[in-house]
């Protein structure tokens, strides 16, 4: 083991010289914490502080990164000679990225401006809307399932948990990533487990974890598609057509290819974009016929709980509230196309991302919930009556907003497939080009389409895969890379507590999948003992000859 402090040596009897204070960080500890002047916190800037690396001793500027006066400059922490240059590149790179401060692109522009004008390709914005394009998906019709299942309050909190935890392992993949010079989840996951077994296994789990995904939004829109055209709403002045189901999953998949080609994820900064206001519409929608179907739920003796714990319960929603987060496969992709990766711009991006997420599906889940109480549905919408011309819209919205996240979902997957045959073919880990990309994201295509033509109930199976596959990317995979490679840089008070947060998150993500195979298992045990006891009673049945 080596030190990885890299200052120069001090003769003995001498004391170091202290560098400089920035007058930026000489407000003291609470205003560094955005605590000062009778301001409330600032969230994003507690992020920085939790996540931010401690700049090498000796350095201009390292006074800027010790955020409590606990923290020493000479950091003695020791660590493998196979880390010893990442890590001292992730003190390098901190300073360079972070010796001014955050700085935007351009100058400061007016907040509709910043808010509704043109996607920059590297911009906190464009990196916003590509983590959230990626989470928002078919998972959102389980959300009011999963406040069924533990009530208002207990639902926000559990939602809230799970968005805060989740952003701070997303700032961990991006730092280390982005301040090792990494270029994707595999790469930086293999420098921190110092073997090439953590990339081959991290890439196939991205690929059965995408593969999944996509295979089920087809399944979706295959079930949705049928229905909308052979049900069509009576101001549109047509009748219904049967559009048989294969039709509809080979026309999804058309229809998304070319958006699913695309060689860098900035190109898809647009249809990202479209995601959130697509679920904003069908949000609109169904809470307009909230307050109605709430007054018919009291009226027929139905309620609404604020908080329902049980512990079986509470982790099936967990596991859902969790999964409504999982955008961890597009966060490397997202942060190399950040210009000026400072941590700041970096908890900017999955902090908005994530809370985009939150506030849309707790919406969401919270009217759904509202309108149809303990009997919400895992697919909510089937709680409706097809007749209804709103939910026809609904269902209309839901397509399209399935159809946009496809080639957001499928460019990670494509990325790990061209990567996995790399490594199959003995290649030593390239970098996957434009024509690569496009030829695996056509294969992955095509597999998922056949497998969606074939199997029609997959989404159960795949729920419980998807369980444990997105807890191991959301969590136990940024853990590993959180405590082999950037620990010895992370502020000493608060890196156990970031690393207990991410493996608490990824237990509760586990046990819910375990909870949830028992209970499959048990069920399937008494429908096999039911059907047993009947094949022994019917021969002692009156009238059997």
Known sequence: AVSISGAPAVPPGTDPPAPPKPAAMSEGWSESWGCGGGECMDIRRWYVGVIMPIAAPGTPGAAQFDRVTSISK??????????????????????????????????????????????????????????????????????????????????????????????????????????????????VLELSGGSAKWSFGLDMVLLLNGIGSVTCCLIFLSDFLPALVLNPPAFLGFEGVVFPRGWAVTASALAVWPLGIQPNISALRYVALAVPFVLLLTILIVAGDTPELHRNLRAAGGRVVAWDFDIRRWLQAVAIMVNAYANHMNAIPCVNQLDRPSVMRIVKSTLYGNF??????????????????????????????????????????????????????????????????????????????????????????????????????????????????????????????????LWPAMPKFFRQYVFL???????????????????????????????????????????CG
């Open 74 to 187: 000479e950091d003695p922490a020791m660590v493998p000679e196979d880390l010893l240059e990442a890590v001292r590149s992730v003190r390098r790179n901190t300073q360079e990225h972070n010796s001014e401060g955050y700085t935007p692109l351009t100058e400061r522009r007016p907040f509709m401006r910043r808010t509704f004008g043109k996607l920059e390709p590297h911009s906190v914005r464009t990196c916003v809307c590509s983590l959230a394009a990626t989470s928002l998906g078919a998972g959102a019709l389980a959300l009011p399932y999963a406040f069924s299942l533990v009530g208002l309050g207990l639902g926000l909190v559990t939602m809230t948990i799970a968005g805060l935890v989740s952003a701070l392992s997303l700032q961990v993949l991006m730092v280390g990533a982005r301040y090792t010079n990494m270029k994707s989840y595999a790469a």
């Open 356 to 485: 985009l997420v939150w506030a849309l599906l707790s919406a969401l889940g919270i009217a759904g919930y509202m309108s149809w109480g303990s009997a919400t549905q895992g697919d909510f919408l089937l709680n409706y009556p097809d007749t209804w011309a709103e939910i026809w819209l609904c269902r209309l919205m839901l397509a399209l907003l399935v159809y946009f996240v496809l080639p957001v979902a499928l460019f990670p997957t494509a990325r790990s497939c061209a990567q996995l045959l790399y490594t199959v073919t003995g290649q030593a880990s390239p970098e996957v080009g434009n024509k690569a990309q496009a030829l695996s994201a056509t294969l992955v295509l095509a597999m998922c389409t056949f497998i969606a033509s074939n199997v029609s109930d997959v989404a159960a199976v795949l729920g419980v895969l998807g369980g444990v596959f997105a807890s191991s990317l959301m969590f136990w995979f940024p853990a590993v890379v959180f405590r082999r490679l």
């Open 501 to 543: 947060a991410m493996v608490s998150l990824g237990v509760l993500g586990w046990a819910s999948v375990a909870i949830k195979s028992s209970e499959v298992f048990a069920r399937a045990r008494a429908r096999r003992a039911a059907s047993q006891s009947r094949a022994q009673a019917m021969p002692h049945s009156p009238g």
